[in-house]
């Protein structure tokens, strides 16, 4: 289960069922889900398994945020995690995907940033890393911004992707 965590202008809190119809909608667009799917996607089943993902439980500070504005908190921005690394582990990653309308506004960044400092200063993780398409070049921007470097290639969710990874500092 994971802490709520708010930023300046966001409110992060634990995916919940509630949350389904919101996640369907931003995966229905093929942009969105352009780096994250293969392309065998069916809408019909990614509703249908979302309640099992939702209600998987990936140690204590893990898992997956719904990202709302704080000024409008019934608007869904999309999502971010921090989970297992490929769901299994060891090392654990982060990640994040937006409906498109909340693109190009800092969201990923402002998100992602403050779920960084969760796991690096609550969690006490050593290294957190993402796993990243090659053309996914808004997600890259995201990953060099909060100090990921790239770190090499990996084989992942039936994918070729760049590993960014990022190391705590030590205090």
């Not at 039936?158 to 030590?170: I, M, S």
Request: glycine share 10%.
């Amino acid at each position: 289960m994971v802490p709520d965590l708010e930023t300046e202008r966001l409110i992060l809190r634990q995916r919940t069922l509630a949350d389904i119809d919101d996640f369907v909608a931003m995966d229905a667009d093929a942009e969105v889900r352009r780096f994250v799917f293969g392309p065998g996607f069916s809408l019909d089943d990614h509703r249908a398994k979302l309640p099992e993902r939702i209600a998987r439980d990936f140690g204590p500070g893990l898992g997956h945020w719904t990202m709302r504005l704080r000024d409008a908190p019934h608007r869904f921005l999309g999502m971010v995690l921090l989970i297992p690394l490929e769901e299994k582990g060891p090392g654990v990653e982060i990640g994040w995907r937006l409906s498109r309308a909340a693109w190009g506004h800092g969201f990923a960044s402002e998100a992602a940033r403050c779920v960084l400092d969760h796991g690096f200063s609550t969690l006490d993780l050593p290294e957190i890393v993402a796993l990243i398409d090659a053309g996914n070049h808004r997600s890259i921007a995201v990953a060099e911004k909060l100090g990921l470097s790239r770190s090499g290639r990996r084989t992942a969710y039936g994918k070729d992707l760049n590993v960014y990874h990022r190391a705590r500092e030590n205090p």
